[in-house]
């Protein structure tokens, strides 16, 4: 079983409720990665009897750091229509909720289609970029093959910079067929803006993220477990906030995704 | 009082309920226009006796088309912590879920900013701009003072567009000091992006939203009631649904407010 399917797996406890865990292969520095919480709240309503459609929307709101050890999900869709499906979707421990989360499912049906947003030109191919370094790098930066062409962590020496672009391949370690799910968790694998703004590791963490899945399955399963090609940035910093942006494209050229997130700092 | 304070006037229900009503002077072609939605909900949380500090994010998910008449505001703090609170809110008409809705609040302190966002430039000042033509187009559109300079609803003459940009001045109308919830609801002043793509109205609607704020009180009030500068463009359109994201600059250049969106159309 790969380790992402480890970690997202989850058990019905009855109507709206599932069991799962955290999992030491996607440990972050403080509680677990906020890609794999993503993953797993998505999953909560993919599970789910009543799911109607594929996901379109998914926002997460990190409450505070998920504890080692078991967690509850309450997943309930709260509206149905012909069309679409809205889902509030919480994760519990005990008494505690760790993050809230909200999202839209619909049944896309075919028709006009175009892309605005510009896809990341002149990259070299993965296998001409090295492999990101795993010293000090928490647990889940491991669970992934990033390869990045420009704002790597090697990027961090000390010096403020004017921008905070990155542009990397990025697949599952080991690889594993694109999934929503695993889609979700890979919108949040660039690391906090603010790092390479200032030069420098701070403390910072994600308290919103919205993902948008442009994505349907037959996407997904086109793109197989091949690299994707991310990019992000941030857009403005202010008094211990910031907001970043990413992307997540084909290696065909097709946007799968974006999302946003705005993220808690302190110099 | 002005129409805007009429609209998101609420009163308190008992813990965490608030009830309200639609107004008139904001309804759109089905149901109330979308921003005074987004600033309803946020006003329950800012009118709460638990909040704590000023909005940093808020996502609305738009359930269904809320009815003429009375509604009940759910919010509910659900996490607080040292700095940070986490908000649940919904709008509810009978059993109905009309609008599904989170929000982050949180004390912010001053420290290192920044903005790597570009403000729009070159656009010439509200006064040697027309305002926009208020010819069949829904009540809201009136409660606004919108001059475009670009992607106005001029542009849309039947032909396709290789681009959806749309900047312009835009203030409340009569003016009204800017405040979150006003913010909030201009964030949602930027008509569909698909519109100006295929250069006709199309049936469209918002099903998910989230807006960061930048802006503090400070800078609100240094804003006071004048113009601010809005744009907006799509980013990926396909099968059904596209994206669109929104900055809100002050006029002396400063980031306000952006905001993505994820809308349904039918061609």
Redesign the interface.
Known sequence: MHPFDEAIELTPLGKDRFRGATSPAYANMVGPFGGITNAILLQAAMLHTERLGEP??L?V?F??PVADGDFEIQAKP??T?RS?Q???I?LVQGE???A???A?F?R??????????EAPTRLPEPRELPKISLERTPAWVSRYDMRFADGGLSALDGCEQ???LSRLWVRDEPSRLLTFTSLAAICDCFFPRVFL??GRLVPAGT??M?T?F?A?QALLSAQADRYILGSA?????????F?Q?ADIWSDAGQ?MA?S?Q?V?F??
């Open positions: 379109i929307a926002t709101n409450a505070g709260v509206r229509n679409t809205h889902w509030s919480n505690t909720i760790q809230v989360a909200t839209v619909a896309r049906r075919e028709g006009w289609s175009a892309t605005e947003a004017s921008e905070s703004r200032l308290v919103s919205t948008y442009h349907d940035r941030g857009l403005n910093f202010r008094n211990g906030y907001d942006t946007l974006n946003h705005v808690y302190r110099e």
